[in-house]
């Protein structure tokens, strides 16, 4: 049963814009946080942003003034728009939930792909 459903994502030149969607499903009920994390080949899966149920946002200090993630909550739906992209932002995103019971739930990852 597929959960999340990411959509979004691609190729785009430097200095672009690219959104990505993310929707929940029902059945993940007590969603709390909602958020993208990326991996770039040969690193480690890092946070880029979170959106908490009451709109509190966290930004990865490297995507601060250009990524901008909201949410709705009547659609179980986070987006992450992303602009001025950069080639150092190519990786695959991925977008989390977590409950209220700290249960943590991934997407199948959107790839990312920024040219110089």
């Known amino acids: 049963q597929v959960q999340l459903v990411e959509s979004g994502g691609g190729l785009v030149q430097a200095g672009g814009s690219l959104r990505l969607s993310c929707a929940a499903s029902r059945s993940i009920s007590s969603i709390n946080a909602m958020g993208w994390y990326r991996q770039a080949p040969g690193k480690a899966r890092e946070l880029v942003a979170v959106i908490t149920i009451d709109g509190g946002t966290n930004y990865a200090d490297s995507v601060k003034g250009r990524f901008t993630i909201s949410r709705d909550n009547a659609e179980n739906m986070v987006t992450l728009q992303m602009n001025s992209l950069k080639p150092e932002d190519t990786a695959v995103y991925y977008c989390?939930?977590?409950?209220?019971?700290?249960?943590?739930?991934w997407g199948q990852g959107t790839q990312v792909t920024v040219s110089s």
């Open positions: 989390n939930v977590r409950n209220n019971f700290l249960k943590n739930y």
